[in-house]
């Protein structure tokens, strides 16, 4: 069963999403040309409605011609929040976006981890499967519940059972995190069913993460939910770290990259080459930061959606240490 049927089943309601309505990259994205294409059929609408006068016409045209999807970029549409790519041509895509979440609905999601004090010790995941906290990762996290992995039936078994204020604390936070994964889905470019369980990371003055790969270790990629492997990163900052704090920003040290953290900004990366193997030009790292407090949320995408029978086949598949997923079952 995939996470938009029990969003169904669940009957939540829509939440309206906020941030631009249209989300283009600019230059355009070679991976990301199907939303491109998208974005130019709404700019086309949007001009057409807008404009009549041949001056905006003309202008959108001269936009279309240079392929600057982003029409923003020519002053055409107000609403679009842009992409923008920080990196080279011959370098792997990164790009930021800002304006892509309302900062109330970020915030919604720590207090709603805070509440139920869900930050605990970063864990890393070995190449082996195992699960450690050492050195390499200083910070807290907190994994947001997974929709896919909440039945509908254990909310009534719960309301059933007396637990009225859990079950409504579970639904709170299952209809906040649709919300942003639809969001991020949309932003991406991907169907929504490829984003794993949202993480908060949290970093108190000195705490680190040492440079990584988000990837899972080829072949056997043991560190995942079903053997899927992850195609794409977007780190969304959940809090304002300041240059002068000397610290706090996501760094990708072959890249000669800094990224310093501004809430609500999200940076997105391919992880993989043109030819599906782990782009280690983007290993990264989360610098310590000086003197404030930094938050920010991990938004994995896979290479194929879930489904509950994949992961439970998976898991069942070896006896070696595979992602707790069941924690999302207690
Ligand atoms: O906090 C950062 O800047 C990087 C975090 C990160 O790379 C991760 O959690 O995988
Ligand atoms: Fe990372």
Request: glycine content about 6%; some cysteine; proline content about 6%.
């Amino acid at each position: 069963m995939y996470l938009g049927s029990i969003a169904m089943s669940l009957n939540l309601p829509t939440r309206a999403v906020p941030g631009a309505a249209t989300v283009v990259f600019e230059p355009p994205s070679r991976w990301h040309s199907r939303v491109c294409q998208q974005t130019a059929g709404k700019a086309l609408r949007d001009v057409t409605l807008l404009a009549g006068t041949s001056a905006v016409w003309h202008h959108w045209r001269r936009c279309r011609k240079q392929r600057a999807t982003a029409t923003t970029a020519c002053g055409v549409i107000s609403d679009a929040a842009v992409m923008q790519r920080l990196t080279k041509e011959d370098e792997p895509e990164i790009h930021l976006g800002k304006g892509l979440f309302g900062a109330s609905q970020l915030q919604e999601l720590i207090s709603l981890c805070d509440a139920r004090h869900g930050f605990a010790a970063s864990v890393q995941r070995r190449k082996d499967g195992e699960v450690v906290v050492d050195q390499h990762r200083t910070s807290s996290s907190c994994p947001m519940l997974w929709p896919l992995m909440t039945p509908p039936d254990r909310l009534q078994m719960l309301r059933d059972a007396g637990n009225v204020a859990l079950a409504e604390q579970i639904e709170q936070e299952l209809r906040a995190v649709q919300a942003v994964q639809r969001r991020c889905a949309q932003v991406i470019g991907v169907e929504q069913e490829r984003i794993e369980p949202l993480q908060l990371v949290k970093y108190l003055p000195g705490q680190y993460y040492s440079p990584h790969m988000d990837t899972h270790e080829e072949p056997e990629r043991k560190s995942s939910y079903a053997g899927e492997q992850r195609t794409h990163t977007m780190l969304v900052f959940l809090s304002d770290v300041p240059e002068s704090d000397g610290g706090g920003h996501l760094h990708f040290p072959r890249l000669g990259l800094h990224i310093q953290p501004h809430l609500g900004d999200a940076v997105l990366w391919r992880n993989l080459t043109e030819d599906g193997q782990p782009d280690l030009r983007v290993l990264h790292e989360g610098v310590a930061p000086k003197s404030c407090e930094k938050l920010a949320m991990n938004v994995w995408v896979a290479d194929r959606p879930f489904s509950l029978s994949a992961i439970q086949a998976w898991q069942a598949s070896s006896s070696s240490a595979k992602p707790a997923a069941s924690q999302f079952l207690d």
